[in-house]
Nanobody, 126 residues
Framework: QVQLVESGGGLVQAGGSLRLSCAAS????????MGWFRQAPGKEREFVGR????????LYADSVKGRFTISRDNAKNTVYLQMNSLKPEDTAVYYC???????????????????WGQGTQVTVSS
């Protein structure tokens, strides 16, 4: 059974940084893409970024490009989201997700992802 557990959220001032982690278990982590999404109160869940199964391809939402970086450590079965220059509009619950399909780059569509973590709250104060 695939399990994803996020950590690293918290309260930070605008302009600050946070690093989120997502630990995966239940299957061979390195074969699957990993995505990050977020959901603010009253809004739809939105794509933040994803990293391919091979780690040679990343894709980011325009709103975070140049500020956020996704990486993965296959030895630790963990994917990271480094968030710099945070803005109040980045406040949301952040979720990691992965697909059922292996050897795949992953997309920006939530429906493409079959497994989700419980989320971690990120709050950016102005």
């Amino acid at each position: 059974q695939v399990q994803l557990v996020e950590s690293g959220g918290g309260l930070v001032q605008a302009g600050g940084s946070l690093r989120l982690s997502c630990a995966a278990s239940g299957r061979t982590f390195s074969r699957y893409p990993m995505g990050w999404f977020r959901q603010a109160p009253g809004k739809e869940r939105e794509f933040v970024g994803r990293i391919s199964w091979s780690a040679d391809s990343t894709l980011y939402a325009d709103s975070v490009k140049g500020r956020f970086t996704i990486s993965r450590d296959n030895a630790k079965n963990t994917v990271y989201l480094q968030m710099n220059s945070l803005k109040p509009e980045d406040t949301a619950v952040y979720y990691c997700a992965t697909t059922h399909r292996p050897y795949y780059d992953g997309s920006l569509y939530p429906n493409d992802y079959s497994y989700w973590g419980q989320g971690t709250q990120v709050t950016v104060s102005s």
